[in-house]
């Protein structure tokens, strides 16, 4: 990969908080790409490192081989959308769209131009005349997306750029956005501390952890083969055993023999202590075969999925299991759970 965005070996803190503990990343022009983590990861800093609202106690950062690291945000190449959108309320639409052009300074005729035709993209030429009050926090969105692109920065930043909507909208804004991209062809770099945002949505996603770098990986990677114990919990949750390896999975003084395997044998060796996580939805109930047994918990039904917590004896947290369709336990009700050797990692 070419890269086109680079940050080599970042640091910040402030005072004795390490926001940033020496973060290095490569991103490709056109990529979609997100920073994924926990509150106080050190997203938000990365991002405002990259837009030049933040300066780095040391390392650089690279954008089209030009070392940008202390170039004022004004002369980046280089658009942030934040949060709140900050739409101006007196102003209409395309007004508020038209407002970075002409502190530029363009001339009339190409903002006009400009602003219709990102008006045309997003869907707004109907709502051109509207005020922001009139709008929905979709269309709200959008405004500020096409405030962001119209000015057709090489690098635009979005800042958890659908946290203000409900979840419907969400999930439309979330194919949206991801069409949008496509289409403008800018490279996206997106923060976000929802896992399911950032999966729907970018090619590739740096988890972030204590302000460093977890893994870099494509969403599918980092659900299949995490690489530390950070993303296996935080990309789609896991339920974790303790144990010693064994040729056929793990060995649990508590909980008997568990099948398992592994993608990296250099990773585990037999005879030595290893932990097993397996997926929720890797688990069946009552399917005939038992690999351990336990008392459900508590039951909950989310539409599509239905999500059981299993206590079993000897394992101090409870286990959790997600089924297609609705719950076909109850609480108290005595279950085994059994799942392949080959769905553990
Ligand atoms: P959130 O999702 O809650 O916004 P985040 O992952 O974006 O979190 P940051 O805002 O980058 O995290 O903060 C990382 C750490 O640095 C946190 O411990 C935060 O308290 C600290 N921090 C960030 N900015 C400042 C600042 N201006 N002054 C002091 N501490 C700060």
């Known amino acids: 990969m070419t890269a086109f965005l680079s940050l080599d070996g970042v640091r910040r803190s402030f005072g004795d908080v390490t926001a940033l503990d020496g973060v290095s990343l490569d991103v490709a022009e056109g990529e979609f790409f997100a920073l ?17 609202f933040e300066t780095p106690d040391s390392g650089t950062v690279t954008l089209a081989g030009e070392d940008l690291t202390r170039v004022p945000a004004h002369q980046r190449p280089v658009n942030l959308m934040f949060q709140s959108y900050a739409l101006f309320p007196h102003l209409s639409v395309e007004k508020n769209i038209a407002y970075g052009l002409h502190r530029e300074g363009l001339p009339k005729a190409e903002i006009t131009q ?11 030429a109907p709502a051109a005349k509207r005020r922001p009050h009139q709008l929905s926090g979709g269309q ?17 930043l979005l800042d958890e750029p659908l946290s203000a909507l409900d979840r419907k909208v969400r999930a439309e804004m979330q194919l949206w956005l991801k069409q949008l991209q496509h289409e403008v062809g ?18 590739r996603i740096a988890v972030l952890h204590q302000g460093a770098v977890e893994q870099v990986d494509s969403p599918v990677a980092l659900y299949g083969a995490p690489r530390t114990w950070f993303v296996a919990d935080f990309i789609g949750g896991n339920n974790f055993f303790s144990g010693t390896a064994t040729e056929a999975g793990l060995s649990s003084e508590a909980l008997g023999q568990l ?13 030595e202590p290893a ?18 047994s336990g008392t459900v918990l508590d039951v909950s039904f989310y539409g599509g ?6 206590e079993v004896p000897g394992h101090g947290t409870p286990v959790l299991v997600h089924r297609h369709g609705a719950p076909v336990v109850v609480p108290q009700q005595a279950v085994d759970l059994s799942w392949g050797t080959a769905d553990a990692v």
Do not use: W, Y
């Open 36 to 52: 994924l983590g926990p509150s106080g990861c050190g997203k938000t800093t990365l991002l405002r490192i990259l837009a030049g």
């Open 114 to 124: 400009r602003v219709g035709e990102v008006l045309e993209r997003v869907g707004l």
């Open 140 to 156: 709200r969105q959008r405004v500020a997306l096409a405030r962001a692109i119209v000015k057709r920065p090489r690098l635009l």
């Open 186 to 203: 800018i490279t996206f770099v997106v923060v976000t501390h929802d896992q399911e945002e950032a999966m729907s949505m970018a090619d």
């Open 259 to 271: 099948p398992g395997t592994t993608s990296d044998q250099s990773a585990v060796s037999v005879g």
């Open 275 to 292: 932990v097993l996580a397996v997926r929720p939805e890797q688990i069946t109930l009552n399917d005939g075969d038992s690999v351990l």
């Open 305 to 310: 999925t239905s999500r059981i917590a299993v």
